[in-house]
């Protein structure tokens, strides 16, 4: 009984209010308004999303149907555990100084579903980032505590506008999905140079000197 004696009564209120509401704004010119401007604002919005989109696609590249060469990676030692690295791929030379005993290389990979898949759109690639992790714990603890190992990414897209963390939020990928490739725990070599090999299921660097064999080996 008591819930429905509150039923009413929320009723009542409810009733009354559209009463009101009806009686001072019946012509409803204003909420016509009120529509059109927040349909305005929201086609704005949706421009401006994917400018922002079509600007971060530009840094991707297709990946070829077979494993191809994407790039070089080179390394040479700058002092105790540090070394510094030359990136060459789709969009130039990148110098990076990275830190520790091992060196991993994160790629963001873009793969088309459903529709887009069946019309022809190819899967894309963008180098993410290149890091060093150290063997000592402590090391790599002090190094993660004071975020060293982290360096800018390769593409230097902000979160904020950044496509692939936008796709990788999304639960559902019925159309676009956000994947990665990665390469972890190869031993920081001097002189070492690879030759990076990329293809629809991963990346694979492929020494290119007796220093890079060597790192491939204590990798293995």
């Known amino acids: ?123 894309g690639y963008r180098l993410h980032r290149l890091l060093g992790r150290y063997l000592a714990l402590e090391q790599q603890h002090d190094s993660s505590a004071n975020g060293r190992e982290l360096l800018p990414n390769l593409h230097s897209t902000p979160p904020w506008r950044d496509l692939w963390a936008w796709i990788d939020n999304i639960e559902a990928h019925r159309l676009l999905e956000a994947d990665a490739f990665e390469v972890r725990f190869i031993p920081l070599t001097d002189g070492a140079q690879f030759s990076l090999e990329l293809g629809p299921t991963g990346l694979t660097p492929v020494p290119l000197n007796p220093a890079a064999t060597a790192a491939m080996k204590r990798f293995n």
């Open 1 to 123: 009984m008591q819930y429905l004696v509150l039923a009413v009564l929320v009723g009542c209120v409810a009733l009354l209010l559209a009463v009101l509401a009806l009686r001072f704004g019946w012509r409803l010119r204003w909420l016509l308004g009120w529509l059109k401007g927040n349909v305005l604002l929201a086609l704005l919005a949706a421009a401006v999303m994917l400018g922002l989109a079509a600007w971060d696609l530009q840094n991707f590249t297709e990946i070829e149907p077979r494993a191809a060469t994407v790039g070089t990676l080179s390394f040479n030692k700058v002092g105790n555990q540090q070394y510094e690295a030359v990136l060459t791929g789709p969009q130039g030379n990148e110098t990076v100084r990275i830190a520790g005993d091992l060196w991993e290389l994160e790629v963001e990979v873009l793969r088309w579903h459903g529709l887009p898949g069946a019309l022809g759109l190819v899967d």
